[in-house]
């Protein structure tokens, strides 16, 4: 028998008892570590559901955009008081309401520039409604309300309302 293949099959006999093993070993521990992650972050996402529904509520309803805002024409400013209620309002429930607990990563990000928008002085209604409604549909995806794929989706806007005082 050749030298090489003696050692071929020395090589493989040695992979066989002792290589295959510890890499059998260490991917059903790298994979059962990961499951527990997962578990333990399941739990706490499961313990914390009720809490995160009643905070995402409360910021759908300091979103909810006044008739102030609402009345004006698309490329009308928004008024520095308007602008800054808002903000004061989100950041008092991002802060000190404990919201930004409770906000997924991309939802945040989504808040963070509907207050750079807030805080910008050219901001327009359109420029707001925007901003609010990403934000908006991002906590319904977040919430399980949309589909990803509903969320690329645009919704028909319904007429004005006819008993608006403009």
Do not use: H
Request: some cysteine; glycine content about 4%.
């Amino acid at each position: 028998m050749p030298v090489d293949a003696i050692l071929s099959s020395m090589l493989l006999e040695i992979a066989k008892q002792i290589v295959f093993p510890i890499v059998g070993f260490a991917g059903g521990f790298v994979v059962q570590w990961y499951l527990q992650e997962r578990k333990s972050r399941d739990e706490l996402v499961g313990a914390l559901a009720e809490k995160r529904a009643d905070a995402l509520r409360q910021l759908w309803e300091i979103t909810t955009l006044s008739d102030k805002i609402t009345v004006l024409a698309a490329n009308d400013p928004v008024p520095a008081s308007l602008r800054e209620q808002a903000n004061a309002d989100i950041v008092e429930w991002y802060t000190a309401e404990g919201g930004a607990l409770y906000l997924s990563w991309p939802a945040t990000d989504i808040l963070f520039r509907l207050l750079d928008t807030l805080r910008a002085e050219e901001t327009r209604r359109s420029d707001l409604e925007r901003a609010v409604s990403a934000l908006r549909t991002r906590l319904k995806l977040d919430c399980g309300m949309y589909t990803r794929w509903e969320a690329r989706r645009t919704l028909r806007r319904p007429r004005p309302s006819p008993w608006l005082k403009a």
